[in-house]
């Protein structure tokens, strides 16, 4: 099956940039999604479609996608950042949807 | 404003069954796919299955299979799963969330979930 690894945790300081990293086989060939998950909270979608952010995700989200590793970048992180985040793609192969491990970001 | 409730959840003891519920509403439901996904407690979030708009596309992940049965009831804006044979290992937090279009595979995502109904299998 389709395996997405991500590094369990990442910490920045405030207003500096968190990168995300999602590594997959070939992964710049499949669409990736993204999700931020606060405590206590549901996912929400912060990234689609690699790079796409739906309306009310501040510009500061963005999201790239090649080789085999897709990277969601926080530019000027905010304590309001802090969260899980989780990547995601659709295995064509297996017919199912994958999550990445999830990684925690903390703000400094 | 699109909104997805969930609501089904409880304990239940190994080998017994549980039926899960999700209200749609906001949202045009017999346009999109809709998907469970589960989060265990202190875990990662795993897609349990999806269905396609009008229920002809169905997919369940592999852990699953044979035991959980998704529907749909567009007239009632609802879906469901049903949860047969339940394990320990099923003890999880059970989102529903919409799909991105109207099949339930492709390259698709999930927008919004609910906040979730809490499914804990013990004896």
């Known amino acids: 099956s389709y395996v997405l690894t991500q590094p369990p945790s990442v910490s920045v300081a405030p207003g500096q940039t968190a990168r995300i990293t999602c590594g997959g086989n070939?992964?710049?060939?499949?669409?990736v999604h993204w999700y931020q998950q606060k405590p206590g909270q549901a996912p929400v979608l912060v990234v689609y479609d690699d790079s796409d952010r739906p309306s009310g995700i501040p510009e500061r989200f963005s999201g790239s996608n090649s080789g085999n590793t897709a990277t969601l970048t926080i530019s000027r992180v905010e304590a309001g950042d802090e969260a899980d985040y989780y990547c995601q793609v659709w295995d064509s192969s297996s017919d199912h949807y994958v999550f990445g491990t999830g990684t925690k970001v903390t703000v400094l | 404003e699109v909104q997805l409730v969930e609501s089904g959840g409880g304990l239940v003891q190994p080998g017994r069954s549980l039926r899960l519920s999700c209200a749609a509403s906001g949202f045009t439901f017999d346009d999109y796919a809709m998907h469970w996904v589960r989060q265990a407690p202190g875990k990662g979030l795993e897609w349990v299955s999806g269905i396609s708009w009008n229920s002809g596309s169905i997919g369940y992940a592999d852990s699953v299979k044979g035991r959980f049965t998704i529907s749909r009831d567009n007239a009632k804006n609802s879906l469901y799963l049903q949860m047969n044979s339940l394990r320990a290992e099923d003890t999880a937090l059970y989102y529903c969330?919409?799909?991105?279009?109207?099949?339930?595979?492709?390259?698709?995502?999930?927008?919004?979930w609910g906040q979730g109904t809490l499914v804990t299998v013990s004896s």
């Open positions: 070939n992964i710049g060939s499949k669409s």
């Open positions: 969330a919409k799909g991105g279009s109207n099949d339930y595979g492709g390259h698709n995502w999930f927008d919004p």
